[in-house]
């Protein structure tokens, strides 16, 4: 081609050249569906603001776009808000937008896509979500927005009052399910937020999803990457992880919700990574793992929650490492029936203990900070066992002791330092081994005061400051020999 004449070869490469077409609604076409209908991949929609009666299906390739800038109204943009996608209240055959590979949804406000009951979502408000039906989670239904086994881009839209979830994203076997979602409102529908479900490996990114019926943002066997969302005043968790889902959750807000900020369940091969997330003000644990799930659980911050800061129960085995936990109604962190492994967390001004240990619970407890709790530094009320390793535990007032080993629980304390008032150090009501500890009382309670039927192994300890270092009262058997 070198050698052709320069206005043939400038008219070649025109020819092979196309130019992306910009269609407008209402100017070109009266209906938004009738503009995709005539658009190519690469061509542009844009709508103007007013209310649109239909449901759509994107082709591939296109940008269906409301009009105007980023300004910033009541929620979400302006554009948004007064750019309207009203399904029609009914539940029909069809998603409100069905997404196709490579499209863009952008500025919206997607409403009416089934019915949504207000009366029936004040009922589970009321309930906290108790009796609701758990056939619906992980269901795609009809949602406001479809995204099915695709790479696409959804953004700044408002997804509200719909009868099935806002946006849902689901993979399909063989492909890739990684579209962008992002900038989102989602709030008020009958089913989560955002659901991300079975081999979704979405990008979730700074979306707000608040008083949806069901999580803010779900996850049912799928490994999104989920982060910088806001999720709050949801009837269940703020971001809920189950059935084999291993995403990664990362400076997410959750707070104000009916049940955990974080909530994550379901068998062992539920595997999230939770880091550097606030999870403050719910209703239950700040962030909660039962079921036999296996997250790791670190960096976060969970505060003033109506119960434990982290909830681990039934048989769930965590990892929970480097978080503050403070403030909670409950324990900082909370372990019933399970087998975390708990390493270099802060917890301090809990209602009840810093770390609560009790039923068939086998926990390994190493290097944490709890300081000022208001009963006990760690609690162990009925039966459970814990390795206790190299932990600071301390208080400066109050009457309960420091370590409450209790209900034949059997704790092994090693290099630990504990220090403060009250009626003992270490009160024993179950076996326990202790050596190498720091003990320094305040006020003259007993260094370690064993109960009736106890049984205690103390070696190479030094207690000071204490009454008595060592109170048997009826214990079956004790061994000391401290420094």
């Given at each position: 081609?070198?050698?052709?004449?320069?206005?043939?070869?400038?008219?070649?490469?025109?020819?092979?050249?196309?130019?992306?077409?910009?269609?407008?609604?209402?100017?070109?076409?009266?209906?938004?569906?009738?503009?995709?209908?005539?658009?190519?991949?690469?061509?542009?929609?844009?709508?103007?603001?007013?209310?649109?009666?239909?449901?759509?299906?994107?082709?591939?390739?296109?940008?269906?776009?409301?009009?105007?800038?980023?300004?910033?109204?009541?929620?979400?943009?302006?554009?948004?808000?007064?750019?309207?996608?009203?399904?029609?209240?009914?539940?029909?055959?069809?998603?409100?937008?069905?997404?196709?590979?490579?499209?863009?949804?952008?500025?919206?406000?997607?409403?009416?896509?089934?019915?949504?009951?207000?009366?029936?979502?004040?009922?589970?408000?009321?309930?906290?979500?108790?009796?609701?039906?758990?056939?619906?989670?992980?269901?795609?239904?009809?949602?406001?927005?479809?995204?099915?086994?695709?790479?696409?881009?959804?953004?700044?839209?408002?997804?509200?009052?719909?009868?099935?979830?806002?946006?849902?994203?689901?993979?399909?076997?063989?492909?890739?399910?990684?579209?962008?979602?992002?900038?989102?409102?989602?709030?008020?529908?009958?089913?989560?937020?955002?659901?991300?479900?079975?081999?979704?490996?979405?990008?979730?990114?700074?979306?707000?999803?608040?008083?949806?019926?069901?999580?803010?943002?779900?996850?049912?066997?799928?490994?999104?990457?989920?982060?910088?969302?806001?999720?709050?005043?949801?009837?269940?968790?703020?971001?809920?992880?189950?059935?084999?889902?291993?995403?990664?959750?990362?400076?997410?807000?959750?707070?104000?919700?009916?049940?955990?900020?974080i909530g994550i369940r379901t068998g062992a091969k539920t595997r999230p990574i939770v880091e550097d997330n606030d999870c403050y003000e719910n209703a239950m644990a700040g962030i909660g793992v039962e079921d036999e799930a296996a997250p790791i659980v670190r960096s976060n911050r969970c505060y003033r929650n109506e119960a434990a800061g982290i909830g681990c129960r039934s048989d769930s085995a965590a990892l929970i490492v480097d978080n503050d936990c403070f403030e909670n109604k409950a324990a900082g962190i909370g372990v019933n029936s399970a087998q975390p492994l708990l390493l270099q967390n802060r917890l301090e001004k809990n209602e009840t203990a810093g770390i609560g240990i009790r039923g068939d619970s086998n926990a390994r407890v190493l290097e944490n900070t709890c300081l000022d709790n208001r009963l006990v530094a760690v609690g162990m009320p009925d039966g459970a066992e814990a390795i206790l390793l190299n932990n600071t535990f301390e208080r400066?007032?109050?009457?309960?002791?420091?370590?409450?080993?209790?209900?034949?629980?059997?704790?092994?304390?090693?290099?630990?330092?504990?220090?403060?008032?009250?009626?003992?150090?270490?009160?024993?009501?179950?076996?326990?081994?202790?050596?190498?500890?720091?003990?320094?009382?305040?006020?003259?309670?007993?260094?370690?005061?064993?109960?009736?039927?106890?049984?205690?192994?103390?070696?190479?300890?030094?207690?000071?400051?204490?009454?008595?270092?060592?109170?048997?009262?009826?214990?079956?058997?004790?061994?000391?020999?401290?420094?």
């Open positions: 081609m070198k050698n052709l004449p320069p206005f043939i070869l400038f008219a070649l490469l025109s020819a092979s050249i196309s130019f992306a077409d910009v269609i407008r609604v209402p100017t070109d076409y009266e209906t938004i569906q009738s503009a995709i209908d005539a658009v190519d991949a690469g061509d542009t929609i844009e709508v103007s603001a007013g209310t649109y009666l239909e449901r759509l299906v994107l082709k591939p390739g296109i940008t269906v776009r409301s009009v105007g800038g980023n300004e910033r109204g009541k929620l979400g943009l302006i554009r948004a808000e007064t750019t309207i996608l009203d399904g029609g209240g009914e539940n029909g055959d069809a998603p409100g937008v069905t997404m196709a590979e490579g499209a863009t949804l952008d500025g919206f406000t997607i409403t009416r896509v089934g019915l949504y009951d207000e009366e029936q979502w004040k009922r589970h408000w009321d309930e906290q979500g108790e009796n609701q039906s758990h056939e619906h989670i992980g269901t795609f239904g009809k949602p406001a927005i479809a995204i099915t086994g695709l790479n696409c881009t959804v953004t700044n839209n408002i997804v509200r009052h719909n009868g099935d979830t806002g946006i849902a994203i689901v993979g399909v076997e063989g492909t890739s399910t990684a579209p962008r979602v992002a900038g989102n409102v989602c709030y008020r529908n009958m089913g989560g937020g955002i659901g991300s479900m079975k081999g979704s490996t979405a990008f979730i990114d700074s979306n707000t999803c608040f008083e949806n019926l069901y999580a803010g943002i779900g996850h049912n066997g799928a490994s999104p990457l989920v982060t910088n969302n806001r999720c709050y005043r949801n009837v269940r968790a703020g971001i809920g992880v189950s059935e084999g889902s291993s995403p990664v959750l990362r400076n997410n807000r959750c707070y104000g919700n009916r049940r955990a900020g400066t007032g109050g009457m309960p002791p420091i370590v409450a080993i209790l209900g034949g629980s059997k704790a092994s304390l090693i290099g630990n330092k504990i220090k403060g008032g009250g009626v003992a150090g270490v009160l024993l009501d179950g076996k326990l081994t202790a050596t190498d500890n720091v003990l320094e009382g305040k006020n003259g309670g007993h260094g370690i005061l064993a109960k009736e039927n106890s049984e205690a192994t103390i070696l190479g300890n030094r207690i000071e400051g204490y009454r008595k270092p060592v109170s048997d009262h009826g214990a079956k058997s004790i061994v000391t020999k401290d420094r």
